[in-house]
């Protein structure tokens, strides 16, 4: 009876391979490699892919700019339809972010790619991993299609526009949140808390013989034993399986002039692009950046290459990455303090091996001045320094709370998406705070992706008494989110809502007071005020400017007196410390 059954399966064997369900041809395959998707067409494919096989699942999240959802496919040999089940199940998410830059769309086909090679079973996909993709991100860029954009890029035939409906370059927006897109990205990242993040680009810049090349999270910055982890195994491995694929990876080539073969430091990832976002929250994170002048096909290869090495690297250590996020996250919640700026170490590098062509100039056919070429004739290979090390530059306290007061509802929604742990005080009370004043900053002449950011933030600081009402908010510093917390919150930080100009408006005195009438009062004042008196005299005798002020010297007085607005240039958000 066994042995009959034993035929009979092995009878049946090519049948049951056969019955595989079978994806439908992706457009970039209909044409040979020649041509992306439209959005309505990467959608087709995602919808008629989850009707096709169980281990693909299609999810509408949360709106766009664009008017369209955002969706997330999650592929599973277990055939999970919610992320909650794939959590409760303990397994390991990698979030796939596409089309970030619909120009670059290079992740969008290699994703489909890779999700039929995993439903035929061609590609193996661990037991302990689960994809979750954004098929497209900006979809207002995807729906903006030409083929005159990014001039400099070999195909495809047409692709997306750079900027999403609000021309939001949305990779720089995971922080002030413009975009709808980004609001429902922050919650489908917390929803998949992902171990591994991958957002694929396609590079600009110098020519080279390598196809792909890798922006990863800043080690340093990572810090602590994932740090370690990423630079000394994580990333050797990926580098290693990449050659067995026929690639050989190089760091994302970050240079400002034509001589790669001179080094280059590593892109300094801040929390407004997605790397730097990812590290916030305790991911490994990527950043694949074909090069723009490899053909279509050869880009589309090594993104899915790429993937496949993830996913293989994920499944072989998932125990180790879910060890090292824990203990991180435990790490972060209990730090008595953290780094919110950082300095590059030049005296320590890294070294790669890299593949270059040899630069120099000709005379333009435009303007007959020289201008650069590459070579491609004069192929060369050279070891070059990388400089990827940092070290925290300024380092603070961490509070035990914030207290935000519920008027700057901008930036508690903001701390909301992302999933941070939150309280409304139940009634009027009363805490010792630690209180920012703004004394000095610098703001971009320029508007930056909507933003005069500031910079160069100086502030003084005191401890206070004060009374916040009820429906304020209360932020404890518990929580795996404290650098999130404390990269947004510290307004010395690089990405700080500060720094974005959620809180310009303490930067304007509202209350003022009419010169004649101030006179008297001023003056009658500083007669009870000794110190103060002193304060003035000393000014006035070091200051020419100042002693031939009248306006400036009562300023002084009105600024020093009770009459003085508390709020003009104090930091709405106050550090509670016991």
């Known amino acids: 009876m066994i042995r009959s059954l034993c035929i009979l399966l092995?009878?049946?064997?090519?049948?049951?391979?056969?019955?595989?369900?079978?994806?439908?041809?992706?457009?970039?395959?209909?044409?040979?490699?020649?041509?992306?998707?439209?959005?309505?067409?990467?959608?087709?494919?995602?919808?008629?892919?989850?009707?096709?096989?169980?281990?693909?699942?299609?999810?509408?999240?949360?709106?766009?700019?664009?008017?369209?959802?955002?969706?997330?496919?999650?592929?599973?040999?277990?055939?999970?339809?919610?992320?909650?089940?794939?959590?409760?199940?303990?397994?390991?998410?990698?979030?796939?972010?596409?089309?970030?830059?619909?120009?670059?769309?290079?992740?969008?086909?290699?994703?489909?790619?890779?999700?039929?090679?995993?439903?035929?079973?061609?590609?193996?996909?661990?037991?302990?991993?689960?994809?979750?993709?954004?098929?497209?991100?900006?979809?207002?860029?995807?729906?903006?299609?030409?083929?005159?954009?990014?001039?400099?890029?070999?195909?495809?035939?047409?692709?997306?526009?750079?900027?999403?409906?609000?021309?939001?370059?949305?990779?720089?927006?995971?922080?002030?949140?413009?975009?709808?897109?980004?609001?429902?990205?922050?919650?489908?990242?917390?929803?998949?808390?992902?171990?591994?993040?991958?957002?694929?680009?396609?590079?600009?810049?110098?020519?080279?013989?390598?196809?792909?090349?890798?922006?990863?999270?800043?080690?340093?910055?990572?810090?602590?034993?994932?740090?370690?982890?990423?630079?000394?195994?994580?990333?050797?491995?990926?580098?290693?399986?990449?050659?067995?694929?026929?690639?050989?990876?190089?760091?994302?080539?970050?240079?400002?002039?034509?001589?790669?073969?001179?080094?280059?430091?590593?892109?300094?990832?801040?929390?407004?692009?997605?790397?730097?976002?990812?590290?916030?929250?305790?991911?490994?994170?990527?950043?694949?950046?074909?090069?723009?002048?490899?053909?279509?096909?050869?880009?589309?290869?090594?993104?899915?290459?790429?993937?496949?090495?993830?996913?293989?690297?994920a499944g072989a250590n998932a125990a180790t990455i879910r060890s090292l996020r824990e203990e991180t996250k435990k790490r972060i919640s209990n730090a008595t303090s953290l780094p919110i700026s950082w300095r590059l170490d030049k005296s320590r590098h890294t070294n790669y091996t890299f593949k270059g062509y040899e630069s120099g100039t000709k005379p333009s056919a435009i303007s007959g001045q020289p201008r650069l070429f590459y070579d491609r004739s004069k192929p060369f290979t050279a070891t070059v320094p990388v400089y990827g090390y940092y070290t925290p530059e300024r380092i603070i306290s961490t509070p035990r709370a914030y207290v935000i007061p519920q008027g700057w509802w901008k930036v508690i929604e903001r701390l909301q998406i992302n999933g941070i742990r939150m309280r409304r005080l139940s009634q009027d009370s009363t805490f010792e705070v630690e209180t920012y004043r703004i004394e000095d900053y610098s703001t971009a002449a320029r508007p930056y992706e909507g933003h005069h950011a500031n910079s160069n933030v100086k502030v003084s600081w005191q401890k206070q008494s004060l009374t916040f009402l009820k429906g304020d908010w209360y932020i404890p510093l518990d929580q795996p989110g404290n650098r999130f917390l404390m990269e947004t919150l510290e307004p010395q930080a690089e990405d700080s809502y500060f720094a974005w100009n959620f809180f310009d408006a303490i930067l304007g005195q509202k209350e003022g007071y009419s010169a004649y009438v101030f006179e008297d009062k001023a003056a009658a004042y500083l007669q009870t005020q000794p110190d103060l008196k002193k304060q003035l005299e000393q000014r006035v005798a070091t200051d020419s400017s100042f002693a031939k002020s009248g306006r400036a010297q009562l300023d002084f007085i009105y600024k020093n007196s009770p009459w003085y607005e508390p709020d003009h240039n104090r930091y709405p958000v106050f550090r509670v410390m016991q």
């Not at 009707?51 to 709106?63: E, F, H």
């Not at 694929?245 to 990832?269: A, H, M, R, S, T």
């Open 10 to 313: 092995l009878m049946a064997a090519p049948f049951l391979i056969w019955a595989q369900p079978a994806l439908p041809p992706t457009v970039y395959e209909n044409s040979g490699g020649r041509q992306t998707p439209t959005y309505a067409q990467i959608m087709d494919w995602w919808n008629a892919a989850d009707r096709a096989s169980k281990k693909i699942s299609v999810m509408q999240k949360g709106p766009t700019d664009a008017g369209f959802p955002l969706h997330l496919a999650l592929i599973s040999d277990q055939g999970y339809t919610t992320v909650g089940q794939a959590q409760k199940d303990g397994k390991l998410i990698i979030l796939i972010n596409n089309g970030i830059h619909p120009g670059e769309p290079d992740g969008i086909d290699a994703s489909m790619l890779l999700a039929k090679e995993i439903v035929s079973g061609k590609i193996s996909l661990p037991a302990s991993v689960v994809l979750a993709i954004i098929p497209v991100y900006n979809i207002g860029g995807c729906l903006r299609r030409s083929a005159h954009y990014r001039v400099d890029q070999e195909g495809p035939d047409e692709f997306g526009s750079r900027g999403n409906s609000q021309n939001l370059d949305l990779n720089r927006d995971f922080i002030k949140l413009d975009s709808k897109e980004a609001f429902s990205f922050c919650a489908i990242y917390q929803e998949c808390d992902p171990a591994i993040f991958v957002d694929n680009h396609v590079s600009n810049g110098a020519d080279y013989q390598h196809v792909m090349t890798l922006l990863t999270s800043q080690y340093s910055k990572l810090g602590g034993s994932m740090g370690t982890y990423l630079h000394e195994t994580f990333e050797p491995a990926l580098y290693a399986a990449m050659k067995t694929k026929g690639y050989d990876l190089i760091p994302y080539v970050n240079i400002g002039g034509d001589k790669p073969e001179k080094g280059w430091n590593e892109f300094w990832d801040s929390p407004r692009y997605t790397s730097g976002y990812a590290t916030l929250w305790n991911s490994f994170a990527f950043v694949p950046e074909t090069h723009m002048l490899k053909p279509y096909p050869q880009r589309v290869a090594s993104t899915k290459a790429l993937m496949e090495c993830f996913i293989s690297f």
